[in-house]
């Protein structure tokens, strides 16, 4: 049971958006920032999103960043191929004293 | 840029310490304001923070392992290690070292990490 909140599939077309929700609480995202990596198949995590909504450099604008309140959201526009891989959402935890991960996303692309 | 690689034995019986290593390079592992980071992916499921270490040797766990976990620091050899004591079969996973970064901005405890090894698999068997 992961301490963040993710639904566990999507799936668009291609040049579609898509959305992936994240829900937490008021000892994680809803005190601290969020942050989004992306899992391509047999790889290991790369930062996709840091601060809500900041993206590393060579990460390319379709992918932004958003919170609100407990809640953080990662979308997806101009939906490519490449893009299907496991998002995980992330955020350091009070409680915990720790980062702490969702369950992960995985998304395809149709 | 800097490189993380992980490296250790990829069979460890039940009951014993599993070890691993995170090679640094690319940049000294005492250079920064950098947390050094275990996290763990049994295969199919998420991912698992085990636990960090700043460069002034100060170490911190995730309470669901701390009593297991020690994770430590060679600055001589840039190089940072995981020991998991008592090991079980729930502890089979992928291993990631990754290197954080965080601190406060606006009262947020802002944490990622931004640099990652390519991961090892260890898989506890007798």
């Known amino acids: 049971q992961s301490v963040l909140t993710q639904p566990p599939s999507a799936s668009e077309t291609p040049g579609q958006r898509v959305t992936i929700s994240c829900s937490g609480s008021?000892?994680?995202?809803?005190?601290?920032?969020v942050n989004w990596y992306q899992q391509l198949p047999g790889t290991a995590p790369t930062l996709l999103i840091y601060?809500?909504?900041r993206r590393p450099s060579g990460v390319p604008d379709r992918f932004s960043g958003s919170k609100s309140g407990t809640s953080a959201s990662l979308a997806i526009s101009g939906l490519q191929s490449e893009d299907e891989a496991d998002y995980y959402c992330a955020g350091w935890d009070d409680s915990l004293n720790g980062p702490v991960f969702g369950g992960g996303t995985k998304l395809t692309v149709l | 840029q800097v490189q993380l690689q992980e490296s250790g034995p990829g069979l460890v019986k039940p009951s014993q310490t599993l070890s691993l290593t995170c090679t640094v390079s690319?940049?000294?592992?005492?250079?920064?304001?950098?947390?050094w980071n275990w996290v763990r992916q049994p295969a199919g499921k998420g991912l698992e923070w085990i636990g960090r270490?700043?460069?002034?040797?100060?170490?911190n766990y995730n309470p669901s392992l701390k009593s297991r976990v020690t994770i430590s620091l060679d600055t001589s050899k840039n190089q940072f290690s995981l020991k998991l004591s008592s090991v079980t079969a729930a502890d089979t996973a992928v291993y990631y070292c990754?290197?954080?970064?965080?601190?406060?901005?606006?009262?947020?405890?802002?944490?990622?990490?931004?640099?990652w090894g390519k991961g090892t698999t260890v898989t506890v068997s007798s």
């Open positions: 690319g940049g000294s592992i005492n250079s920064g304001s950098y947390f």
């Open positions: 008021s000892s994680n995202i809803g005190v601290n920032t």
């Open positions: 270490i700043y460069t002034s040797g100060s170490a």
């Open positions: 990754a290197r954080g970064q965080g601190g406060w901005v606006n009262y947020y405890h802002f944490y990622y990490m931004h640099v």
């Open positions: 601060d809500n909504n």
